[in-house]
């Protein structure tokens, strides 16, 4: 009343010697709260010292402290309180002040929850017994045991508070640490009264778990739900975890919810997370994004199902390097949300899957230094488990796969592959090779790392240093770089770079069109397959049309062929460039230019296969037609066994096909066919630009011409002079010009023509 606590003092047998001390016996403290609350607090002992004068009460032997008993309580209000039941020796009572204190040792009791420490202070006023020294506390309900260990503590009865210093908490196989640790236990009418309600620490947090996870905080927050299961643990102030068996993580802020049997069910980290896993596994991966929540498995031992990672969400897979390789090879998925899947192997959470969401963009660098990055809207990833290499297909060799952490990858929507292969020097088996770039987009990209390639679909489009290819289908190799086309195939090999004139690039772009092609980046080679129409290769001077044609960019060399020995004659078609014809270099009169002579227009060559090889510097470039050749030009055809081309020197090392024709040699069974005349020979020899053909014989067979209105002529050589439509007939010695003309029948009577023969060593005529 009024500030000061009322008491009675209670004792079976008083002694009152002559210090004017009394000796209390079976003795029993009341101390009265505010009038109203019904609140009694008692001290009981066998014995007590009072010092009435100074208003003190000294206990001799144990003493109980029964607090917050209430007076005149119903039976029904009696069983809903919850006391403070205290044993301590050596207590001292100071009336003045209503406070009770010890040196000794004490013990309590709570509700479920029972203590034991060294030294106490009860006030009377405030209804706090403070605790100081050596502080342990055992909490029981239904079943569950919580332990705490603390320096100091100050239980507050009223408020049902718990302050401790340097404290330890125990809950199964749970501990909590922390510099300063204040517990709210349950209401009076709460079902688990005097249990732990909520917890407070600050100060070096640090939170372990029976799987030896530790996490340490600044600060942390918890609570328990029904049947004292902790329902809820947020840590903030900079989170660290660690694990042996999971890794390590950070985070600024963490909050791990717990499911209704008191299990982890998911751990929300917040801003600037960072996840690492095991130092001592061979593929070490780091998780970081903004958020990262990890979910897991509910049971009674639950283990983590899978990770969700949002706002600039990055995996970055590390493997050292082989004994091969000169790098680590490194694996980083990048999006705007990326969701984990794996499983656990022994004790650790190994990621087997991971898709991802919104501009994602991946970056994979293998132990021989190749850089490889593609983004798209969308992906799957599909890991190799630890430790683990991809099983190689047919044909395919361990060391393609070195460095490989990935099993699987697809990419979807707006999809971009870059490669950066890294330059190579030259060794004793191999040559040099200069660095090389590529580039392919589509809809759909699919790694697969048995076989070590890339499928694009959906509208694929690859370039790269020397060519780019579209088709339906897109296939390459990531070891290799080469590249598989299927369906709709088009293209352009792009000119060839030419080191010797400051990296201009000479030539001109060469297209194609196929149903099926394969492309070697090492040699720059492609093939070329055609399906129901032919495929076909062209520049602005010429073109090749076949059933398969073989390119050799680098070497400029090419083949054009059928598939079988059984397919139609003439399979291979070409279209070669001519030179324009100058007669005044040939001493002819300007009337040669008024034929058309200036310009003589393409040569058209069908044949059953076709060798081109480019010509360097002043050696011209040649193309040999075999298997049966027809050539179709300005001045007529030409039927023959077999013919070569021959292309003009340009000086420099040009492009394939783009230096024009300027001889062709036929051979074999030769037949020239021009308008009203044909000829026929073992070779022929036809120069584009004065369209000159000379046709001879060989093993005494004269070559001859047949006018179908002169007659035929034979001689060692025949001549055709397209320009001014002449032949000329040359014999040789032993080989005089042979001559047939049909003499037309003269006018008058009717009488039957006559043939006239000759011979000589030559003649000249038109038509002849």
């Not at 260990?149 to 210093?165: F, H, K, P, Y």
């Not at 489009?461 to 088709?471: E, P």
């Not at 001077?541 to 090419?558: F, H």
């Not at 034929?595 to 296969?609: C, E, F, I, Q, Y």
């Amino acid at each position: 009343v009024k500030g000061r606590t009322l008491f009675t003092i209670h004792a079976a047998k008083a002694i009152q010697p002559n210090n004017g001390k009394i000796t209390l016996h079976d003795v029993q403290v009341t101390l009265y709260g505010e009038p109203g609350s019904n609140r009694v607090d008692s001290i009981r002992g066998a014995e007590f010292e009072y010092d009435q004068p100074n208003g003190i009460v000294r206990a001799v032997g144990e003493t109980q402290l029964d607090l917050a008993s209430p007076v005149g309580a119903t039976v029904a209000s009696a069983a809903l309180t919850r006391r403070i039941a205290v044993r301590a020796t050596g207590l001292v009572f100071l009336e003045k002040l209503g406070v009770a204190a010890t040196e000794g040792p004490i013990h309590f009791d709570y509700g479920t929850m029972s203590g034991d420490a060294r030294g106490a202070d009860y006030d009377a006023d405030t209804g706090v017994l403070q605790l100081r020294h050596d502080v342990h506390l055992l909490s029981r309900e239904n079943g569950h045991v919580e332990q705490v260990e603390a320096d100091s503590a100050n239980v507050d009865r009223i408020g049902r508070t718990i302050l401790l210093q340097r404290a330890l908490l125990r809950d199964a196989g749970d501990v909590l640490r922390a510099q300063t640790l204040h517990v709210q236990l349950r209401p009076e009418n709460a079902k688990e009264a005097g249990s732990i309600q909520e917890a407070h620490a600050e100060g070096g947090v640090q939170l372990t778990n029976g799987e030896g996870v530790k996490v340490t905080a600044p600060a942390m927050f918890a609570n328990w739900g029904a049947e004292s299961r902790p329902r809820m643990v947020r840590m903030t102030g900079g989170v660290q975890i660690h694990s042996a068996d999971q890794g390590d993580g950070s985070a600024a802020e963490a909050l791990l919810s717990m499911n209704a049997q008191g299990h982890p069910d998911r751990l929300n980290l917040l801003r600037n997370v960072r996840i690492a896993s095991p130092a001592d596994q061979q593929t070490a991966r780091v998780l970081i994004a903004n958020q990262v929540v990890a979910n897991f498995t509910a049971a009674a031992n639950p283990v983590l199902r899978d990770l969700v990672a949002n706002g600039a969400a990055r995996l970055v897979s590390t493997e050292a390097p082989s004994k091969s390789g000169k790098t680590a090879a490194v694996t980083t998925l990048t999006a705007n949300s990326l969701h984990a899947f794996g499983t656990t192997v022994g004790k650790r959470w190994q990621i087997q899957r991971v898709e991802g969401e919104g501009a994602t963009h991946i970056e994979q660098l293998d132990n021989a230094g190749l850089v490889r990055t593609s983004s798209g809207d969308g992906l799957i990833a599909i890991f190799q488990p630890d430790g683990e290499k991809p099983r190689p297909s047919a044909g395919q060799s361990q060391q393609d796969f070195s460095g490989t952490t990935l099993s699987s990858l697809v990419q979807q929507g707006h999809v971009i592959v870059e490669e950066l292969r890294p330059v190579i020097l030259a060794t004793a088996t191999s040559p040099a090779r200069a660095a090389q770039k590529s580039r392919a987009s589509a809809d759909r990209a699919e790694y697969v790392a048995s076989t070590g390639r890339t499928i694009l679909t959906g509208a694929p489009l690859l370039k790269s240093n020397d060519f780019q290819v579209a088709a339906d289908t897109l296939t390459v190799e990531k070891s290799s770089g080469n590249a598989e086309a299927q369906g709709n195939v088009r293209g352009t090999y792009l000119p060839v770079v030419d080191k010797d004139t400051s990296g201009s690039k000479s030539g001109e772009p060469i297209h194609f069109l196929a149903a099926h092609a394969t492309f070697e980046r090492t040699g720059q080679r492609a093939v070329l397959y055609g399906s129901t129409s032919a495929a076909r290769l062209w520049s602005s001077t010429g073109q090749i049309e076949a059933p398969v044609v073989e390119l050799e960019q680098k070497t400029g060399r090419l083949l054009a062929h059928s598939v079988s020995e059984g397919l139609a004659t003439f399979p291979v078609r070409a279209v070669l460039p001519s030179a324009q014809g100058n007669l005044k270099l040939q001493g002819k009169s300007d009337a040669g230019f008024a034929m058309g002579l200036r310009d003589t227009g393409p040569v058209r060559v069908a044949s059953r296969s076709l060798s081109y090889a480019q010509g360097t510097g002043q050696n011209p470039g040649t193309a040999q037609f075999l298997g049966g050749v027809r050539i179709d030009g300005p001045a007529g055809q030409v039927l023959a066994d077999s013919a070569t081309a021959e292309f003009r020197p340009s000086g420099t090392n040009t492009g394939l096909m783009d230096d024009t024709v300027q001889k062709i040699v036929a051979e074999g069974h030769v037949r020239v066919q021009q308008p009203g005349r044909s000829g026929t020979g073992d070779r022929l020899q036809y120069t584009t630009a004065d369209q000159q053909f000379v046709l001879t014989g060989s093993g005494g067979n004269l070559p001859a011409v047949r006018d179908t209105s002169r007659g035929v002529v034979m001689g060692a050589r025949l001549i055709f002079h397209a320009g001014d439509d002449s032949v000329e007939v040359a014999g040789d010695a032993g080989q005089p010009v042979h001559n047939d003309v049909i003499v037309p029948a003269r006018r008058g009577p009717v009488r039957p023509a006559e043939r006239s023969h000759a011979q000589g060593g030559r003649t000249t005529g038109p038509k002849q």
